[in-house]
């Protein structure tokens, strides 16, 4: 009698079906994946959506330090220890559509599956990435150049595929949080896109690739 093979791993059916420490999430817009505190025992892949990542400090004060979209995954550092706490809140900016998978079976699949620890991998390397250009804006660069920058990344220019002129609803307060700056500043800087014609919103901001003209400009 033939040895039975082990089922070829499918990524796509991995991320996408529910099984055994997986399930599907729906998260509505500013609801939360996780809140700081929880327990650290899941990983989120985000299959649609926009989703921001906060800290909150003792005194209450708000930081966003990074943005998730369609690809992305949420909360991977409970991988990185024996399970604690979130250090972080993860919030749905629009309408989320996630694959939760448990911590177990999240590292089981790292172990066993080099097609999934390949995808993981290359998130984690351009989760980096993404990291330290963040740091460089931040010490480099104005708040208006920062905002602009904020701005073309929400509307997805330079990644593959076309950019999403429309990006997702968000308020100054948000985007002066992910600056780090003030709100009025923010307005002040809108203002100024939407008057040279970078920019244009109505409830919904319409990004122009003409915007990459503040981030060139010396």
Do not use: W
């Amino acid at each position: 009698m033939a040895d039975s093979k082990p089922p070829v791993f499918d990524l796509e059916s991995f991320l996408s079906d529910v099984g055994l420490g997986r399930r599907i999430v729906r998260v509505k817009p500013k609801k939360t994946f996780f809140a700081q505190g929880d327990p650290a025992d899941c990983v989120f892949y985000l299959k649609s959506g926009r989703a921001k990542v906060s800290v909150i400090s003792k005194r209450g004060k708000e930081a966003t330090v990074s943005l998730a979209s369609d690809g992305d995954f949420v909360g991977e550092e409970s991988l990185a220890q024996i399970p604690g706490l979130r250090l972080a809140t993860a919030t749905a900016l629009t309408p989320c559509v996630a694959m939760k998978i448990s911590r177990t079976e999240m590292v089981r699949a790292l172990h066993e599956q080099h097609a999934f620890s390949d995808l993981f991998l290359k998130f984690l390397i351009a989760r980096g990435m993404r990291v330290q250009a963040d740091l460089v804006d931040q010490l480099f660069n104005s708040s208006e150049k920062r905002l602009a920058r904020i701005l073309l990344l929400m509307a997805e220019y330079g990644q593959p595929g076309e950019p999403e002129l429309l990006i997702p609803e968000i308020t100054h307060e948000s985007l002066a949080e992910i600056v780090g700056t003030t709100r009025p500043r923010v307005t002040f800087f809108m203002n100024r896109f939407r008057q040279l014609g970078f920019i244009e919103y109505n409830g919904r901001i319409r990004v122009h690739k003409s915007l990459l003209n503040v981030i060139l400009h010396d």
